[in-house]
């Protein structure tokens, strides 16, 4: 295979905080390193559709600090037949594309990996998903930006929960993973963290609270990730409320809050390491991988190990959790 002169970036499945960084970084290392680079609105579905246009470093000005993507996002039923894929190629190949850098979650490394093993071309992922839920990477783009949010946000409902003597449940997105409810829940000091990974025992849930009362608690917060198994915060909050009315009890869902704002520090340092080494990754005639950050090095995944439920719950932070909310 020759030089590769000519490739493009997109954005799939759910937006994170920091996607913007990582396509400037993409953009920039590929034309410092003299390549044509393309940008593909809304993931696969524009590729189906040939929404492709071509960008220049002025393209990703002032967007560093921009929450959400400027290539927009979507998820694409199309793409996920033979027919489909097929009309994504031939736009690719009407614009002379070589490569792809894809930039999302689990979904999007899926279809990377079937649509060049069809077709060809090399693709590289980048784990773009608050979820942190892809192997591969100890931290994806968005996760950091995800959990401070939840935590300010939880700061404040504190505030009022004190001065009410209110329980309150928060509901933080991970519909199949803790890892939002997991960290955000440490940091905000919550009575108890209910996530997926564990089953969730309402008995023993209302034992703490009592225990917590016991020990002249007049408030508390339940941090609950939407997939945990005892239904979600509301469904959690109105089991404990039917056998325990000692608080006022109040429900919070954050729901999209938590995907939206301006990236952290961390978060963009993460995306444009991320973005760089992915055009790198093309040029030296990689494919089919993820790349991620293990330990502050750069690693690459292939795309069939780098999905969901390959990575546990760390299970000295759920000790620590149940430690430090006594």
Known sequence: ???????AVFTSGGDAPGMNACIRAVVRTAIFNKLKVFGIY???????????????????????????????????????TQKGRAKAYKNLKRFGIEGVVAIGGDGTCKGANIFSREHGIPFIGIPGTIDNDL???????????????????????????????????????????????????????????????????????????????????????????????????????????????????????????????????????RASRMGHEAVQALIEGRKNEMVGIVKGQITFTPFENATKHHIEINQELLNLAEVLSI
């Open 135 to 269: 192997a591969g990477t100890d931290f994806c783009i968005g996760y950091d930006t995800a959990i401070n949010t939840v935590v300010e946000a939880v700061d404040k409902i504190r505030d009022t929960a004190a001065s009410h003597n209110r329980l309150f449940f928060v509901e933080v997105m991970g519909r199949d993973a803790g890892f939002i409810a997991l960290r955000s829940g440490i940091a905000s000091g919550a009575e108890a963290i209910l996530v997926p990974e564990t089953k969730t025992y309402i008995p023993e849930l209302i034992a703490k609270l009592q225990n917590g009362i016991r020990a002249n608690k007049t408030s508390g917060i339940i941090i609950v990730a939407e997939g945990d198994d005892g239904g979600g915060a509301y469904k959690v909050a109105q089991k404990v409320k039917e056998k325990f009315n000692y608080f006022d009890t109040r429900v919070v869902v954050l729901g999209h809050i938590q995907r939206g704002g301006s990236p952290t520090a961390m978060d963009r340092v």
């Open 42 to 80: 809304r993931g696969y579905e524009g590729m189906i559709d040939g929404d492709i246009i071509p960008m220049e470093s002025k393209s990703v000005g002032n967007i560093i600090q921009r929450g959400g993507t400027i290539l927009k996002t979507a998820r694409s039923e199309e793409f996920l």
């Open 1 to 7: 295979m020759g030089k590769i002169k000519r490739i």
